[in-house]
Nanobody, 114 residues
């Protein structure tokens, strides 16, 4: 079993920044990829960014150049640095871990509004 706990969401003005964290616990040695997804009201959950154990990253076109995913293996934590935030980035952000099966965190709300 793997447990994922997100933190770092909140309210920010357009153009601002936030950093989300996802702390993993449990059978973390089995995790070979982690990622961030988001779901806005009335929309499907969508990929934001992923990172593998080897450090390979992938981003949605809508966040390229603004968001950066990274991981700290010593802390078993994955981060999402979000810069130049836009109102359309408003959503619940979920952390996903892949370790034989898919695990999800509980989500953290990000609201971009003036």
């Amino acid at each position: 079993q793997v447990q994922l706990v997100e933190s770092g969401g909140g309210l920010v003005q357009p153009g601002g920044s936030l950093r989300l964290s996802c702390a993993a616990s449990g059978s973390i040695f089995r995790i070979y990829a982690m990622g961030w997804y988001r779901q806005a009201p009335g929309k499907q959950r969508e990929l934001v960014a992923t990172i593998t154990n080897s450090g390979s990253t992938n981003y949605a076109d809508s966040v390229k150049g603004r968001f950066t995913i990274s991981r700290d293996n010593a802390k078993n934590t994955v981060y999402l640095q979000m810069n130049s935030l836009k109102p359309e980035d408003t959503a619940v952000y979920y952390c996903k871990g892949v370790a034989g099966q898919v695990y999800w965190g509980q989500g953290t709300q990000v609201t971009v509004s003036s």
